[in-house]
């Protein structure tokens, strides 16, 4: 993959949907050598090419785009009806209203048209894999495109759909799994077993994600066989990063105890912070995407409106604590130069022995 | 570590109880340049003492021998109780007898005793922490002294009672959690995040273990800030290992779904294969150890003589697709020599841009 190769720092920002990927984020690494990157979820088509342009004017490097592949529209009516009258005291707690919990693509054709027209260098899928024909006209329209894996089995369908490179994503990953089905049990392989497993399986260049926080870390899976390390959590205390205040700071907080994974935000398995939130609903929520997301969106903004950590969506993946206020230019310049130093220390070392 | 530091090759062999661990494969490991391990779990004193002869008489190197560390010996008689009744019939299946579900600190102070005695190079610990006294007891004995930890709160508590390294166990292990505690939910933090917090909290030399199969998976923990790698799995199919062949054949047999983490075999939390076991048993099992360990010991001896790999402990890391049937001594020397490669593939890469 062209842009992965000449990449100065193998370092690719993790795409995060609902304003945190903003454009000067995006620009920011792309302009330091790594590869930045637009989530087009939960925003409009125009939205996005607003943004697209956005990043154009702040930087002439490469960058990308992710887009949401739209799966089951189907939901359990009644279990996602049982989750709402679970619902109803947290809104009135909050005075919100709760949405309605309805099916829709994201605007795929929209926004598939949108990238295709901006030539965009690097669009990236989550949730699913586009057809081989979609992938086809992408790269007709000069863009690369890399497909997000969770598993050995998906990254086979996404080679053969002729994916350019896939982003692995393991389970420390902070925000939703990339999967393309909804399971009821995720499997937990850990991204070091899980790049083993997908290399042992498809012949593209990988891109390596989950929990990642250092150059040591982005040099470990360099070494285990990935072309680039994809890091969101720690780009979510950066300046340039769109996360509202209240999910900043409670990331290095210790008096959350850790991460898990839950549906009770979105209906699709997502990893954050342990909250009021996650503990109360968490065995009740549905397997039901994007429903339990529009169903909970005024909720989790009147949450966000009163600085209520207890009831926001605090995504954080395994290496929140690690997570550091800095531009995020001088971020992936640090990141950059820690992985060369971590290299070349261990080469050192076995010159040695 | 001094050990550590002169190891020719940066592997340590996973002390793996229950037989598996035999002095022909410590010694194996040890001569081709790593650090293999008796397992001095679940055997008599005068039976490990036994096996560190054996050892001896096979390599000049240096090796290890790891103890179960003594915990909590309560245990909820009832839930016991109730474990007990429903296993009953699994043993009339198998005409087997239930043990009695008794605490025993598997011979900890004759153990202690044999080690000292033997002056073996390094002795590590698993389920527990020794004290202060223990610690600088075993050194003034020429032993180095290695601490199984799981989180960062665990190294913090080993390096203080003087610890020489840590061996950083990630979820991704297979066999038994070294956890402190028996706690109803793990910290699943996986091995690189983990290693991150280790690292941040402590100042000693690390081992890392969890999943790994590859030596760019080894040069990637190395990298990463480990001193050496521990693989356990991925020796369980050496001839020289005592693992049974029902065992050995499991592991990459692809009818099985992968690992889990249950209590259904010991009390403990251990990752080992999903069979008919796990599956039926895991949601009942307490937290019991060693008491479900005992428990249980009649019904697996029965399946192991039928052969019958639905009822056997088939412990297991993420890594055990990859696990093959090769002397152990040429394992550790290709996967030495698959360390330098990508340490120094990654090396020439970064090297061009």
Known sequence: MTVLD??????????????VSTP???AAVSQAGGLGFLAAGYQSAEGLRGQIRAVRRLTDRPFGVN???PGEQDADAEALARYRDRLEAEAALYGAELGEPVADDDGWADKLTVVRESRVPVVSFTFGCPNAAAVADLKRHASEVVVTVTSAVEARQAADAGADALCVQGPEAGGHRGTFTNPERLDDVS????????????DVPLIAAGGLSHGREVAAVLVAGARAAQL?????????????????????????PGTTVTRAFSGRPARG???????????????AYPHVHHLTRG???????VGDAEAMSLWAGQGHPFAVERPA?????????????????????LART
Chains 1, 2 share one sequence.
């Open 329 to 349: 230019g001088e971020l992936v310049e640090t990141l950059g130069a820690q992985v060369r130093e971590a290299i070349a220390e261990v080469a050192r070392r």
């Open 299 to 305: 909720l989790r903004a009147a949450a966000v409106r």
């Open 191 to 202: 991204l070091l077993p899980l790049l083993r497993r997908v290399s042992a399986t498809v």
């Open 6 to 19: 000449s990449l100065p720092v193998p370092i690719v920002q993790a795409p995060m949907a609902g304003g």
């Open 273 to 287: 912070l342990i909250n009021r939130f996650v503990l109360d609903h968490s065995a009740g929520a549905p397997a």
């Open 232 to 256: 969101g959590t720690v780009f979510l205390r950066c300046p340039e990063s769109g996360a509202n205040p209240v999910h900043k700071a409670a990331l290095t907080d210790p008096s959350f």
């Open 67 to 69: 887009l949401f592949v």
């Open 24 to 26: 000067e984020l995006a």
